[in-house]
């Protein structure tokens, strides 16, 4: 049976619902017939088994892979298999590992580059560029070359180029993933504090800790599927 | 075949060392497809001839007269000089705005810059149009320069130069092939280099820059080695 991890709020007004996705690859079903839904100023945390679909359903909210069947709606807009630059721009952000090839960006380009597309003036755009710093602890990094910075530094600067972009929807892919255990603190702080200005985050992680710090509810995804959805008390005790 | 090109594409899990031989023999492919249509333009462009106002045959290699300006070598120097300049500077303010910024981001990882709420395909049309436009108003000025636009403009030896320059100075810099090409056609002027001597110096040019990234690895490498020991 195809359960929905909207709670019984679901039937209000969501931000982001997620109807029926299904995503095949070869003969593998990554997503079969999933259900989720997150208000505005929620925090979802996306748990489960490797292979379980979690990512793909990342890849498939931000317009990166097309689902085989199902819809995603963003408040009310269908988005299923728009391109993902569209997908950025209705509102939805994802943090994004930087190349490894040599693109010389400091910290403040970086994340000027996600306002681009926002045709905001000059002044206006450096006032976006500022908060975020502010907000992400990266104003004393601001002129710092993005490829030196360490592994909490540089999840830092994907969490900001991800809200310069002007989102109300976050989307974390294991943000604590190979993270040092000193600088785990840190962008669980810069997290905390997003989440108190009221973006709603859907957050992918399998750590009882960060759900417990950051989310609302958890949905446990299973076979391409939500089998089990509920506060991070209910569902860690399960 | 769409759907397949399709979903290579947008299926970027399970990567395997035969798809991105894939990839790099499909890159291979496209360099060769434009290398070989800019020649069979040239030739073609060299064969055409057709009569002029007066009965006056032109094109072929001696290609269409222009009226020369300025008179005077001094003058013509200065005012290419002038034009490189211009464009440097043009060129600069482009690569230091907004769209320089999304272009950028482009050329070194196309998702990120979707991720950035970037068009990427409206960015590269940009930048092959500014290019083009540059590359497009540099040969007018040429054709004034020397009085002729003529197929002999774009020889094998302006294409190697060109590719020499750019690999030397440095792809994505404005101002190293810039500089590398006045500081080289100033030395084959002043040594007098014919142009069968100048195209092995084009190649080695080019090999040069091609190797240059893995001998500094290389480098780097032995030093980490040296210095770890």
Redesign the interface.
Known sequence: MIRDAGGPAASEARLLRVEGVVKR?GGATALNGLMLSLGAGESLGVTGPNGSGKTTLLNVI?G???PDLGRVWLAGLDITGW???LI??AGV??T?Q??R???R?TVE?YV???T???RLGRFRRRRVVNQVLDLTGLTDLRKRDASTLSSGESRRVQVG??LA?GGRLLLLDEPFASLSPGDAPEVLSVLRRLRGQGLAILLVAHTATVFQALCDRIAVVEAGRVVRTGSPAEVLRA | MKRLIDRFIREDEGQNLVEYALLAGLVALVALVTLATAECAHEISRMVRFLWRGGITVGGDSGVPAFVYPPGEAAAARLAAAALAAGLIGLLWIAHSGPGLAMRLVRADERLAAASGIDVARVRTLAFTIAGTTAGLAGGLLAFLIGRASPMMLALGSSLFAMAIAGVGGLGSIIGPAAVAYAAAAVFQMLDIPGTVRLPVYAVMLIAAGLAPSVAAALGVARRGRAGK
């Open positions: 690859f931000s990166v892979v097309r391109p993902p630059h950025v721009r952000a994802r994004c930087p190349s090839l040599p693109l960006l380009q000027e580059a996600a681009l597309h926002r180029h991800a972009t």
